[in-house]
């Protein structure tokens, strides 16, 4: 009998009904008293000097306020990128500054070149239509070969090159690795993309700078995923402001999915501009402003070589990655693709040599930063697409070759730095054979065969690694922040309890999976306990919402708040029953003395707590409010395996998904329904990367899929029904709940599926085609047919 | 400037307009009804859908004044008289079929039009009609779930739960 309450339960969303009737409070909801607008005048070339501007016709047009330039802004920080990557030689990344406004360069098409503040929306963009620009046009780098070779334009003239930094993890030993290499009985050799992509949350991004001359405190009201990061990162690296004067609110977000972790330059403006101006400015971005300002992801391009024994053992694996940065860095840009990528190169396999190579390269593109799986997807991808062909090219069964391979004893330590606490990559295969009926294969392609159609099944296995931490380790690994997360419990006098976390919920639940921990644990109704979230003026700190970490590291805050609580209320229960507070038992919200009747309830105690007239007061402070700060030993370990079947129609070069399967290990589970939403959510993400996405630039760097005219994201009609399975749970063995996190697998876990199956569906045609990359649109699939 | 006057959720509504004015801005500036979201500018995403005179309209894709004595009904005045959650809205809630809330009102407003004129669709022809409708979070799958059910479909041998 399932659970109606409680962990392992799935009650209905409490945060649906207000999304369901409009009564959502996001954050273009919000209109402050006698706000201005302002509207960017954003680069609409590439690569360029900015000789002069002209914004006096301007400043004359109806209804403006201030108009700003890069001038405004040499007083300030730049954008602060928060993580330093050393390289293979010990040397520091490559570090531009990274303005607010272009500092009399443009290095991207969308960035801010002039910020016009009006009354009205209209008038702001009516005038900046009037601003003059004397622009001295420079050759755009868009490429990454290209920007790395000789003689290549530099996209920041006070740097060295284009090269951000020169990367080696694992074996950064060349000889031995290529050793391996020179011994192994067969190596496959495998060269890709990993298509630039556009999180496109569905809500774009809003700014809202307020300033109150009274009190000298500041208020930004915007989308983030991780408020009082921003705040510490505008406060201390941009403007220069007491963090205590400065709140920030992150109300109702619509979706952010990596996008919306950065501190963007839209932020800083607004909070600057509304002291400037002396009244609120807000910022609401268009769509196609969001295609050429939110950070994208991926953007990689890399050669992998795996090496096997005689007996298809892997052996050594070398990958040689470039990985874009777009003009500037981006908040956690840094670390996409070096230690959240390089980590994972190991996978659920137990390849004994490992080697990394990742060049990080600036373009004249927008910058590149994490989104959903942020370098796990990357790894991934390239792992199960190489050893898809080697199975091919070995005649091995591609699940035979994966579960000879697999790690099967835990903990295990990786070549790659990583020590996986649990798992079980066998049960996760077995129930993914079983989910996705393998063994009925054959006769769906034969139905597909007769109707003319092309049926190939794909499979791969992941490795995530979610909650990132601890902080001193990533410390030691150039993280400029700690990883942890924090949350109050606040117990009302009336046994009502709110708890003040520093994840933030946009589209997770959290308002809803949150409260059944605590209700579990103290034993009181779900609908007695509420999660505040996303305001620094209420909640004490937070980390945010990234990396699949919420549930893992904020939970377990959550979970040790929670446990001091209940070590109080026992000795205030035990003072009441004139007991031992070692005797005392938390059931059901009674506290009762063991082996006796006797029993409070938790109302009382906590009514005693704040009406201390029959109190410890010598021993005991009145009150019961607790906050804990938890900063996990290790990341979790969540894994899987994902099977596609798809139909190609060999004339039109037409993919179809027809069936997707996946079984996950996520560890414990706390909301089951909220768990398959998040999985169902990264397959239709990961679906669109292998079919559809791809964020596209020309030579001149204009990026050409610049709207949802252009970019191809997903439809309800391109995804079929999933199966999801979440079955096998091996729970984590170093946080309080055994989580390990969900958000992100979805997205990591299915883009190599479906293009395995693609292959197999083409080679089941008579097609020798090994590699389509992706997006595997018709017109690619038919060329590689065709070819 | 014009003066435009509509009903909308029942309700007289009137403003002043530039003719550039969208109903989308109508709707959320002048009459504060925040629920009909804007996702995009290429009239795609579906966010904003309402219904005009008994028919889905993207409100991105009109002008207030194109309204001008129109039957406007948004995603504020779907709920039952009681204020609880009419069929659509209710089945949403009890197959997960929204996360961040975004796409939500549009898509609500979608399925009330298609079911209105087809009240048994099929999974094909519910993926078909939300064409229009962009989500980010659920990879559709509750949201078809959703609308199947709330068709009185069963779909409990839909997997996953």
């Known amino acids: ?787 | 400037m014009a003066k435009v006057s509509m009903t909308v959720n029942g309700k007289a509504a009137s403003g002043d307009v530039e003719g550039r004015t969208l109903l989308s801005s109508f709707l959320r500036e002048q009459l504060g009804l925040t629920g009909t979201h804007v996702g995009c500018d290429t009239s795609q995403c579906g966010a904003c859908v309402v219904h005009v005179d008994g028919k889905a309209v993207k409100a991105c894709s009109m002008l207030a004044q194109e309204a001008e004595g129109a039957e406007v009904a948004t995603i504020e005045g779907q709920a039952n008289a009681d204020g609880s959650l009419n069929t659509i809205q209710q089945a949403f809630q009890d197959h997960h079929g929204l996360q961040c809330g975004f796409c939500t009102p549009g898509m609500v407003m979608s399925a009330a039009a298609l079911l209105k004129d087809n009240p048994k669709p099929t999974e094909a022809e519910i993926r078909d009609y939300l064409e229009g409708n962009l989500c980010r979070c659920t990879g559709y799958h509750n949201i078809v779930k959703a609308i199947m059910a709330a068709s009185g479909q069963d779909v409990s041998s839909i997997a996953a739960e």
Request: with cysteine; charged share 20%; aromatic share 8%.
């Open chain 1, 1 to 787: 009998m399932p659970k109606d309450n409680g962990i392992g339960a799935s009650p209905k969303r409490r945060e649906d009904v207000r999304f369901l009737t409009g009564a959502g409070n996001y954050t273009d909801d919000i209109n402050v008293h006698g706000q201005a607008h302002v509207h960017f005048l954003r680069a609409d070339v590439a690569h360029a000097t900015i000789n002069s501007i002209d914004t006096s016709a301007a400043e004359a047009m109806p209804g403006v306020v201030k108009i700003f330039t890069g001038a405004d802004f040499a007083e300030v920080g730049g954008i602060p990128c928060g993580w330093g990557v050393t390289d293979r030689h010990g040397n520091p990344q490559q570090e531009p500054r990274h303005p607010i406004i272009a500092d009399g360069t443009i290095r991207h098409v969308g960035e801010i070149v002039a910020a016009v503040v009006a009354d009205t929306l209209e008038q702001a963009r009516d005038a900046a239509e009037a601003i003059e620009l004397d622009l001295g046009d420079k050759p755009a780098v868009v490429d990454m070969a290209a920007a790395l070779g000789d003689g290549s334009t530099k996209v920041h003239e006070d740097l060295t090159s284009n090269l951000c930094y020169d990367w080696v993890f694992g074996n950064p030993d060349d000889d031995a690795v290529q050793a391996a290499f020179d011994s192994a009985a067969h190596v496959t050799t495998l060269e890709l993309v990993n298509n630039r992509l556009v999180a496109n949350p569905m809500e774009p991004r809003v700014a809202i700078g307020d300033y109150s001359r009274g009190t000298d405190e500041y208020t930004l009201h915007t989308t983030s995923q991780n408020p009082h990061v921003i705040r510490l990162l505008m406060c201390a690296f941009v403007l220069g402001l007491p963090e205590h004067k400065v709140r920030v609110i992150a109300p109702d977000v619509g979706g952010g999915f990596g996008s919306k972790i950065f501190h963007y330059a839209e932020e800083a403006f607004c909070t600057f501009a509304a002291h400037a101006c002396g009244r609120a400015v807000k910022w609401t971005s268009t769509r196609s402003e969001a295609f050429i300002s939110d950070a994208h992801g991926r953007d990689h391009v890399t050669k992998i070589e795996l090496a096997l024994d005689a007996d298809n053992n892997f052996t050594a694996l070398r990958t040689n990655t470039m990985a874009n940065m777009g003009a500037y860095l981006s908040t956690f840009s840094t670390s996409v693709p070096s230690y959240l990528h390089g980590t994972l190169m190991a996978g659920n396999y137990k390849t004994p040599i490992v080697q990394v190579n990742v060049k990080t390269v600036f373009t004249n593109t927008v910058p590149v930063d994490a989104y959903r799986g942020a370098g796990r997807p990357e790894a991934t991808f390239q792992l199960e697409r190489v050893i898809d062909k080697a199975a091919r090219e070995l005649g091995a069964d591609p699940i035979a070759l994966r579960r000879q391979n697999f790690i099967t004893q835990f903990p295990y330590e990786t070549p790659v730095a990583l020590t996986y606490d649990t798992g079980d990559y066998v049960a996760t295969m077995d129930k993914l054979e079983e989910v996705a009926d393998v063994a009925g294969f054959a006769a769906r392609r034969a139905e597909s065969e007769k109707n003319g159609k092309l049926r190939g099944f794909g499979i791969n296995c992941y490795i995530e690694a979610c909650g990132i931490a601890p902080s001193n380790i990533v410390g030691m690994l150039g993280a400029r922040a700690g990883l942890y997360d924090a949350a109050t419990v606040r117990v009302n006098a009336t046994g009502t309890v709110s708890v003040f976390v520093g994840a933030h919920s946009h589209g997770q639940g959290h308002e809803t999976s949150f409260p059944q921990v605590v209700a579990e644990m103290i034993g009181i109704d779900e609908s007695m306990v509420d999660i505040v979230h996303g305001d620094t003026g209420r909640v004490p700190f937070g980390m945010g919402t990234y990396g699949s970490r919420s549930i893992a590291v904020c939970g377990s805050a959550m979970v040790r708040a929670t446990e001091k609580i209940i070590a109080k209320a026992k000795k205030i229960a035990a003072h009441l029953m004139e007991a031992s507070d070692a005797d005392i038992e938390l059931k059901d919200g009674q506290f009762t003395v063991a082996g006796t009747d006797k029993s409070v309830a938790w109302g009382d105690v906590t009514l005693t707590a704040y009406v201390p007239h029959n109190y410890p007061l010598e021993e005991l402070e009145p009150g019961l409010e607790e906050t804990a700060f938890y900063d996990p030993a290790n990341f979790t370990y969540p894994s899987g395996a994902y099977a596609c079947e798809v139909e190609v129609d060999p004339d039109t070069g037409k993919v179809s998904i027809e069936r997707f399967s996946a079984a996950d290990d996520f560890g414990n589970i706390i909301n089951p329904m909220i768990v398959d939403g998040q999985v169902h959510g990264g397959l239709g993400q990961g679906i669109g990367q292998a079919l559809l996405e791809n964020a596209a630039y020309d030579e001149d760097g204009q990026l050409l899929s610049a709207s949802f005219m252009d970019y191809a994201m997903p439809r309800a009609d391109d995804v079929p029904f999933y199966q999801v399975d979440h079955s096998c749970q091996t729970p984590c063995t170093h946080n309080p709940l055994g989580v390990k996190g969900c958000g992100e697998a979805g997205a990591i876990g299915s883009p190599p599926a479906v293009v395995n199956a693609v292959i197999d569906a083409l080679q089941s045609g008579g097609k020798n085609v090994t590699h389509i990359d992706m997006p595997l649109s018709p017109a690619r699939v038919w060329a590689a047919m065709n070819g």
